[in-house]
């Protein structure tokens, strides 16, 4: 081990800096992503108490909603776009191709069903949570949606 790698590890500032907490403004990170996807300026966010969000803003042919329930650490960002309004034609074929893109094609985001719609969602604790990973989840979802809800629903929309 050379000196300077020595004194990079006993260093106390070094172990001071590894040891705070850095503060992340979530509620202007994801306003700063949102700003990016949103193709029509069609954003639009709520606030329910002191840290309580919701979001919403078109991507393509979907609505995404964005909802930051508080801003501590055991608090949640959650992230969901509708793609296809139940019932449906074949719904077992629908299933199973659900739950294969769940496996295969959704990274963070899954496929569910919420109030009789199938959703892409994504839900993750803020604890240590960066602003690339905030990024993240909103993209994936949005694409993942916008990609899928008219191939869905050519296929599986009840007529």
Wanted: aromatic share 6%; charged share 20%; net charge negative.
């Amino acid at each position: 081990m050379t000196n300077y790698q020595q004194t990079l590890i006993t260093n106390p500032l070094v172990d001071q800096l590894r040891n705070e907490k850095s503060t992340i403004d979530h509620v202007q990170v994801i306003q700063s992503v949102i700003s990016t996807l949103d193709q029509d300026n069609s954003a639009m966010v709520s606030q329910d108490g002191e840290d309580a969000y919701l979001w919403k803003f078109k991507y393509g042919s979907v609505l995404v909603f964005v909802q930051l329930n508080g801003t501590s650490d055991e608090d949640t960002i959650t992230v969901w776009s509708a793609v296809l309004k139940l019932p449906v034609k074949d719904e077992t074929k629908l299933m199973r191709r659900l739950l294969e893109s769940n496996c295969t094609s959704t990274f963070e985001a899954r496929y569910g069903i919420i109030e009789n719609q199938v959703v892409v969602i994504s839900t993750r604790t803020l604890a240590e949570l960066s602003p690339g990973e905030v990024s993240r989840i909103i993209t994936i979802v949005a694409t993942i949606a916008d990609d899928n809800d008219e191939l869905l629903a050519s296929e599986f929309a009840s007529v």
